[in-house]
């Protein structure tokens, strides 16, 4: 290559636009017999059919992607599109679409030999190895946390997911901390960089909850924007699925869009369409909440209920069994039967009561947790302006205006002196 400061600079009238060089570029494909007529065998990695009926897809091979199209007139009338994951052979020439300068296989001919790809029988097997090792199995599975109070999210510190999960969590459930642990979700690194940051995101809270710290992390959410098959290879891969399924904290994957179905979203502990909807899920529910100590005091009273009546239809058949067989040895032995029968029913109802005190204490003790007032005791400190309304930004409270600000115990009104724009590190919320 010569070196560039040897170059004369040209002056503008001879330097090529990018038409002419994508022209040129053009122009030599067309020239060369082999690419004027070939034919390209390779694995679909993507295929669709426009309302125009013209078909476009992208064939694979374990190195390298080539993009095709089928125009309506090569498609014959109920052809159906070819499947991802099949074989196939496409004829026809390689052109160069001049207003982006990509090549593409320009397709008269589709042949369909039979079979399925490489990297789709890789991914079969795979899913078999991993169901038979019963990592697949629904007796596996932990349950997702009603409200936990801290959240590790594995995702890309770049991309538009992590923006979202924020948003929704911080507008259902501002006192929920939040952890990112970074890994790239795409690319050759992003298995084993996904894999160890599970493992980062476990190690990270057995240290706080060793510490006593209450909002140390709780579930794991796994997060990723939608994509191509090939994009989401990464959460198909055996390194990150192996550690998934060693995962101390129950994990909740959202990987893609509803259709988007990954080995990841089979082996985690639970799965959600999109990772807006799992930060909608993992978001307390208030008025569920609420409502649990009443539900169980109903199952419990239930419960009793039916022992009550199970005793009552023996005592009485009893009854009728003494009148019929008169011999007293047969009166004490029901009369003993009798007396095992309240004692039963009186220690499982017992039971019963305890167990319900025991889910009430539970959920007043989450519902204390939750308060506004529990916040307030560690220090922090919540900010009215005029009519009541909660102050979020320094927007809100300008220079000059009276506020209210309600601690722990009692309150204190102020007038603004100054203000300051701020901010926070938006690698971590908490």
Same mark, same amino acid.
């Given at each position: 290559?010569?070196?560039?400061?040897?170059?004369?600079?040209?002056?503008?009238?001879?330097?090529?636009?990018?038409?002419?060089?994508?022209?040129?570029?053009?122009?030599?494909?067309?020239?060369?017999?082999?690419?004027?007529?070939? *034919?390209?065998?390779?694995?679909?990695?993507?295929?669709?059919?426009?309302?125009?009926?013209?078909?476009?897809?992208?064939?694979?091979?374990?190195?390298?992607?080539?993009?095709?199209?089928?125009?309506?007139?090569?498609?014959?009338?109920?052809?159906?599109?070819?499947?991802?994951?099949?074989?196939?052979?496409?004829?026809?020439?390689?052109?160069?679409?001049?207003?982006?300068?990509?090549?593409?296989?320009?397709?008269?001919?589709?042949?369909?030999?039979?079979?399925?790809?490489?990297?789709?029988?890789?991914?079969? *097997?795979?899913?078999?190895?991993?169901?038979?090792?019963?990592?697949?199995?629904?007796?596996?599975?932990?349950?997702?946390?009603?409200?936990?109070?801290?959240?590790?999210?594995?995702?890309?510190?770049?991309?538009?997911?992590?923006?979202?999960?924020?948003?929704?969590?911080?507008?259902?459930?501002?006192?929920?901390?939040?952890?990112?642990?970074?890994?790239?979700?795409?690319?050759?690194?992003?298995?084993?960089?996904?894999?160890?940051?599970?493992?980062?995101?476990?190690?990270? *809270?057995? &240290?706080?909850?060793?510490?006593?710290?209450? @909002?140390?992390?709780?579930?794991?959410?796994?997060?990723?924007?939608?994509? @191509?098959?090939?994009?989401?290879?990464?959460?198909?891969?055996?390194?990150?699925?192996?550690?998934?399924?060693?995962?101390?904290?129950?994990?909740?994957?959202?990987?893609?869009?509803?259709?988007?179905?990954?080995?990841?979203?089979?082996?985690?502990?639970?799965?959600?369409?999109?990772?807006?909807?799992?930060?909608?899920?993992?978001?307390?529910?208030?008025?569920?909440?609420?409502?649990?100590?009443?539900?169980?005091?109903?199952?419990?009273?239930?419960?009793?209920?039916?022992?009550?009546?199970?005793?009552?239809?023996?005592?009485?058949?009893?009854?009728?069994?003494?009148?019929?067989?008169?011999?007293?040895?047969?009166?004490?032995?029901?009369?003993?039967?009798?007396?095992?029968?309240?004692?039963?029913?009186?220690?499982?109802?017992?039971?019963?009561?305890?167990?319900?005190?025991?889910?009430? &204490?539970?959920?007043?003790?989450?519902? *204390?947790?939750?308060?506004?007032?529990?916040?307030?005791?560690?220090?922090?400190?919540?900010?009215?302006?005029?009519?009541?309304?909660?102050?979020?930004?320094?927007?809100?409270?300008?220079?000059?205006?009276?506020?209210?600000?309600?601690?722990?115990?009692?309150?204190?009104?102020?007038?603004?002196?100054?203000?300051?724009?701020?901010?926070?590190?938006?690698?971590?919320?908490?």
């Amino acid at each position: 290559m010569p070196d560039a400061r040897l170059i004369t600079q040209p002056a503008p009238e001879e330097a090529l636009s990018v038409s002419e060089v994508a022209a040129r570029i053009r122009a030599q494909i067309s020239e060369d017999p082999l690419l004027a007529s070939c *034919a390209v065998i390779g694995e679909v990695q993507s295929s669709m059919r426009s309302t125009a009926g013209h078909e476009y897809l992208t064939l694979r091979d374990a190195e390298s992607t080539l993009d095709a199209v089928r125009f309506r007139g090569s498609i014959r009338p109920g052809e159906e599109v070819p499947a991802v994951g099949e074989i196939v052979i496409l004829i026809g020439r390689i052109d160069l679409y001049t207003p982006r300068s990509r090549y593409q296989l320009i397709a008269s001919t589709l042949i369909r030999p039979g079979g399925i790809g490489l990297l789709s029988q890789e991914l079969e *097997a795979l899913k078999r190895k991993l169901q038979a090792e019963g990592l697949f199995d629904a007796a596996r599975k932990r349950p997702i946390p009603l409200a936990p109070q801290g959240i590790a999210i594995v995702t890309s510190r770049s991309g538009a997911v992590l923006h979202d999960v924020i948003r929704v969590l911080r507008g259902s459930a501002p006192q929920t901390r939040l952890l990112l642990v970074h890994a790239p979700v795409q690319g050759a690194t992003a298995p084993a960089e996904l894999a160890e940051a599970i493992r980062r995101a476990n190690a990270h *809270a057995a &240290r706080e909850a060793r510490a006593g710290i209450g @909002s140390a992390p709780s579930v794991i959410l796994l997060a990723r924007g939608g994509g @191509s098959s090939d994009d989401l290879s990464a959460f198909n891969s055996e390194e990150l699925l192996r550690a998934i399924a060693a995962s101390q904290l129950p994990v909740l994957s959202a990987v893609g869009h509803e259709s988007d179905v990954t080995l990841a979203d089979l082996v985690a502990d639970d799965r959600a369409g999109t990772p807006s909807i799992a930060a909608a899920r993992l978001s307390p529910n208030l008025d569920l909440i609420r409502a649990r100590p009443l539900q169980l005091l109903g199952r419990a009273y239930q419960e009793m209920q039916r022992i009550v009546l199970q005793c009552a239809a023996e005592l009485r058949e009893g009854g009728r069994s003494l009148i019929a067989s008169g011999p007293e040895n047969q009166i004490e032995r029901e009369e003993e039967r009798l007396a095992q029968m309240g004692d039963d029913l009186m220690r499982g109802a017992r039971l019963s009561l305890r167990g319900a005190a025991h889910q009430v &204490r539970q959920a007043h003790l989450l519902l *204390a947790a939750l308060s506004p007032l529990a916040i307030l005791s560690r220090g922090y400190a919540m900010v009215e302006g005029e009519g009541g309304s909660i102050v979020r930004s320094w927007r809100q409270a300008p220079v000059g205006r009276e506020i209210l600000v309600r601690l722990a115990e009692g309150s204190l009104v102020a007038n603004v002196k100054r203000s300051e724009k701020g901010g926070r590190d938006g690698g971590k919320a908490s």
